[in-house]
């Protein structure tokens, strides 16, 4: 129809234009489609390159040798009255701190294996930062020195071994010869309680008494500390990653710790299950609801972590996660943690059977625990659930960790025990949880390694944006243009409808008007009519 108005010459013109524009179209349809559709694609394999734990990649660099400032902040409680504390009464606490020790890894003896897996061992090591410590000090306060600041607490090493021998049955020989090493040699001056320095509490000091002990008792370690630093351990056995290589919803899974397969330390082979990344990263592409999990070492567990929003961190959008509230009920509210052997109060985690003494950590000042715990002792900070949770802040298109705040805060239980000396004025009717200390671990990406995402990922992502719309653009133009360009050929060569003189009746003119030549008039006339025959029709009048 719309060709039919046009001069045969002009046709094949218009069409060739209208082809034109219809190819136009169709790829700017399909370049349409590519955005939605094949664009993820591209963006995956773009994203898969990168954080791939392989040779040469930037998160194969990161985690051989990380850079990001990772500092473990403690703070200690100073037990002020060790009298009334042995009596049954209620401890008083004094907090000394904070601590800063920046922590170092190294990833030594590291093999690929079958393309999958990544075998390794470990350095990680801890070194005090004296100016992060007393930058902000009150003026004219004394420095903070963990190598020489002493405070009070438990005595980890005697609760310890009087704990595990209590509640051990069939152990009554072993009990008797302990405690005829008590009467012998320590009776007068052992206590629950010690003295000793920051430093050696958090990092571990030799016990004397546990030097004896272990002569009739060789599975009893002579060292107690609350975090491991520079472990023979780490240094001597293997650790297994997936390298994401093959699947990349697998990377920096953990199938092998320190190597264990599978944990010696709890009751079912569920809780012994080793999984989850060491915190540093995790799968790309998260969506919003998905839980992470991290292996946390200072705790010997998995640990799920539940999504809680989106926030951006640092210019660089994150999506937010906490410990979930099941995680820190006890058996009788979480059946699945019967496996870790949780029996004690909701929010507490039972280490005993990994440190070999009555260890629980919580979150700090006893949040989201039972209360009664909180009013168990004094001179903890009260409760704020905004500043004390544990959070980290992943990037969800990559997966790499952009912000970590992991709060821990360690108890030692005590309870009457008519056995071992110094026990027996405790309080009867139920254990009293006492904190050691607090540990609050903080870390994520400093100003290079924020440039260094924003140009080795975002830029990237903007650049492959830009070109896939601005050929899209480009072409949706053409096609306008083409477009244009035939309406206007079209309409510049439609054909010119034939006109032809019509004359008037002899009965509607006079004579004279007849005469006058002005009074010929012409009009459209339907058809094809000739000019000539026209003529002939003018020339008859």
């Known amino acids: 129809m719309f060709l039919s108005n046009v001069t045969p010459e002009a046709a094949p013109r218009v069409r060739r234009l209208g082809i034109w524009g219809g190819i136009c179209g169709v790829i700017a349809l399909l370049l349409l489609i590519n955005n939605t559709a094949l664009f993820p694609v591209v963006q995956q394999i773009l994203v898969h390159q990168r954080v791939t734990l392989t040779n040469n990649t930037d998160t194969f660099v990161q985690w051989l040798f990380p850079t990001p400032a990772i500092y473990k902040v403690v703070t200690v409680y100073n037990i002020t009255n060790t009298d009334e504390v042995s009596a049954g009464g209620k401890p008083k606490l004094e907090a000394m701190g904070p601590y800063y020790y920046r922590e170092y890894r190294e990833r030594i003896k590291v093999e690929e294996v079958y393309d999958v897996e990544l075998w390794f061992s470990e350095k990680k090591w801890y070194e005090f930062d004296w100016n992060a410590t007393n930058q902000d000090r009150p003026k004219g306060a004394p420095p903070l020195d963990p190598f020489k600041d002493t405070f009070v607490t438990m005595n980890l090493g005697y609760i310890g071994v009087a704990y595990n021998l209590t509640v051990s049955e069939g152990d009554q020989i072993h009990i008797d010869e302990i405690l005829a090493i008590i009467a012998a040699q320590f009776e007068k001056d052992l206590s629950i309680f010690m003295t000793r320095t920051v430093n050696e509490v958090i990092y571990g000091y030799t016990d004397k008494f546990l030097e004896i002990v272990s002569i009739t008792r060789p599975d009893v370690p002579s060292k107690v500390q609350v975090v491991s630093n520079m472990s023979e351990r780490d240094m001597g056995t293997t650790s297994i990653i997936r390298n994401g290589r093959k699947d990349v919803t697998e990377l920096g899974q953990y199938t092998q710790w320190q190597g264990y397969s599978s944990l010696p330390f709890w009751k079912t082979p569920e809780a012994n299950t080793i999984n989850g990344t060491e915190g540093l990263f995790f799968r790309p592409f998260l969506k919003k609801g998905d839980e992470v999990t991290t292996f946390v070492d200072d705790l010997f567990r998995a640990n799920p972590m539940e999504w809680v929003g989106e926030e951006e961190v640092r210019t660089i959008p994150t999506y937010k996660y906490r410990i979930p509230d099941y995680i820190m009920k006890n058996a009788t509210h979480n059946p699945l943690n019967d496996g870790f052997y949780a029996y004690g109060p909701d929010g507490m985690m039972n280490l005993t059977s990994c440190v070999m003494a009555p ?31 544990t959070n980290i802040w992943v990037n969800p298109l990559t997966g790499v960790l ?33 904190p050691v200390g607090q540990i609050i671990e903080t870390g994520g990406l400093d100003d290079q390694l924020v440039k260094q995402f924003h140009d080795k990922v975002f830029r990237p992502q903007l650049i492959l944006v830009v070109v896939v719309w601005t050929v899209f653009g480009i072409f949706n133009c053409a096609c306008l243009g083409l477009f244009v360009q035939m309406l206007i050929v079209a309409g510049a060569n439609q054909k010119t409808p034939d006109r032809v003189p019509i004359i008037p009746r002899d009965d509607a003119f006079d004579e004279g008007a007849r005469s006058e030549k002005e009074n010929v008039y012409e009009v459209p006339i339907a058809g094809d009519v000739s000019t000539e025959g026209a003529e002939n029709v003018y020339q008859s009048i």
């Open 359 to 389: 260890v629980f950590a919580s979150k700090p000042s006893f949040m989201d625990a039972e209360p009664w715990l909180l009013e168990d002792v004094e001179g903890l900070p009260p409760v704020n659930k905004t500043t004390m949770d």
């Open 402 to 434: 952009v912000k970590a705040k992991k709060q821990l805060q360690i108890n030692l239980m005590i309870s009457q025990n008519v056995i071992f000396p110094g026990f027996a004025g405790l309080r009867q009717d139920r254990p009293r949880y006492i």
